[in-house]
């Protein structure tokens, strides 16, 4: 029986070792550039099943002139299809202000985007080749907003390295269809820690520097990372954005129907006070 019972012992102990053999090495399997882009797209534009922020964003000429814009943004996850919904209302300044900007985003086709300008009671859809245009003047697109599609680009991991002290992957991006971004390639560094991009570099179509993504400050919200700072500087003409996050709520309970014409005309106010 002694001697059962040690067989036993034996071959639970092999099994269990085996496993957590198998489990480290499992942990030590590399990913690939597609699956690191996937999970650092996940955190920086999921987080969360919604959420509501307030957004001061900084327009700097190169003589280092300042124009404001204020914002809320509410974001709507839509389960697991990887659908979402965006809703921007802008409270400053006076030209801007009671303007709205809604985006349908799909995967596998175009998004839905919808602009409406108070001044003219005019609701205006923005059509797919508009989606790299500047938002309302700053430094980033419309799909810098919302994101873009990770099958539209190759990504591949060039290294891994450190960057202000934190560990990351170094990516680069090459758009499949070359007509379908503003860049001809974007290198990024994505924090090892948090998949988080602390700094992207997007080169234009005669491959120089375009502008430069950076992650300036990043805190735990309810226990999700999120950049509360950044800034998108085109490196060319000098001009830079800096979007800083006040106020950051997740998992509010948003409903489907914010997210439709009729509040781009009519705000719904309990959500964007």
Known sequence: MRDKKRIIFITS????LML????FAKAQEKLTGEEIVKKSQQIFFYAGTDMKVKVLMKLISKSGKERIRELTMLRLNKGESGEQKYFMYFHRPADVREMTFMVWKY??????RWLYVPAIKLVRRIAANDKNSSFVGSDFTYEDISGRETMEDIHTL?????????SVYRMESVPKDERSAYYSRKVSWIGKETFLP?????????????????????ESVQGMATIMQRTMANIQNGHRTVVTFEEVNYNIGLK??????????????QWIK
């Open 158 to 166: 060039k290294g891994e390295e450190s960057l202000n002290g934190k």
């Open 20 to 23: 957590l053999i198998l489990g």
């Open 13 to 16: 102990m092999t099994i269990f």
């Open 198 to 218: 602390l700094k992207e570099e997007y080169y234009d179509k005669r491959g120089e520097l375009y502008k430069v993504f950076t992650a300036d400050k990043i």
């Open 256 to 269: 489907e129907d914010i997210f439709s014409e009729r509040y781009l005309r009519s705000a719904p106010r």
């Open 107 to 112: 995967l596998g086709k175009n998004d839905d």
